[in-house]
């Protein structure tokens, strides 16, 4: 079962249907649940935070839902978690925009403000991907493939060994994916990336429900 945390921001129900799609497309069965409780979060194979709009009122409404907690204990259950555009930027330890604002802490940095002046804020539309690094989530994803942007703001992670794809806009080159041990997270919203996105939660699927090895004493 895959979780995605309902804290009243983010596109849940795209989410969802870009999940079930690409389990389809795998043909894996897989259950998908939009949800509010933390015992179902906390009982899933996997997790996905999602998130829209600025940072310190996705904080706000992850408290006031109760579901901080879980999601923490999810980030760190070594299950796959995938954060998703303001999803991904609340992992960090804190932003500037109307701040500094605390964020979750999950991974090391912040959330800064486009600071080129010859591109239009926010950032909307299709840009190249650069991949920094192997993560599993990226598998398939070609070198320049094109997935779609909405935000203003993204991360600088303090550990860039946990930076695995950038983008471009402007003349500014910007976190676009992270991943470190089983957390991956995008600034991209890879439900709206058309193939490329569903090749990612595919990805994410595929790795949800992958059999748990239990080790056996030699």
Not at 148 to 154: E, G, L, R, T
Request: charged share 20%.
């Amino acid at each position: 079962m895959i979780a995605i945390v309902d804290y009243g921001v983010g596109n849940l129900r795209s989410c969802a249907k870009g999940l079930e799609r690409a389990a389809a497309d795998a043909g894996l069965s897989v259950d998908v649940r939009v949800s509010t409780s933390a015992a179902e979060i906390e009982r899933a194979d996997a997790v996905v935070l999602p998130g829209v709009g600025a940072f310190g009122a996705c904080m706000t409404s992850l408290a006031e839902s109760g579901l901080t907690d879980a999601v923490l204990r999810a980030a760190a259950s070594g299950k796959p978690f995938l954060g998703i555009c303001v999803g991904m930027q609340i992992l960090f330890e804190e932003s500037e925009e109307f701040g500094p604002v605390a964020g979750l802490g999950v991974l090391p940095g912040r959330i800064v403000r486009f600071r080129s002046r010859d591109v239009k804020i926010p950032h909307m539309g299709w840009n190249a991907l650069h991949v920094v690094k192997h993560a599993p989530a990226l598998d398939g994803i070609a070198e320049g493939t094109y997935v779609y942007f909405v935000h203003s703001y993204y991360a600088e992670p303090s550990d860039p060994a946990i930076v695995a794809a950038t983008s471009t806009y402007g003349s500014e080159t910007f976190t676009a994916a992270v991943a470190r041990e089983n957390v991956f997270a995008t600034q991209f919203h890879p439900e709206k990336s058309q193939h490329a996105g569903l090749r990612l939660l595919g990805n994410f699927v595929r790795a949800a429900s992958a059999p748990v090895r239990v080790a056996v004493p030699a």
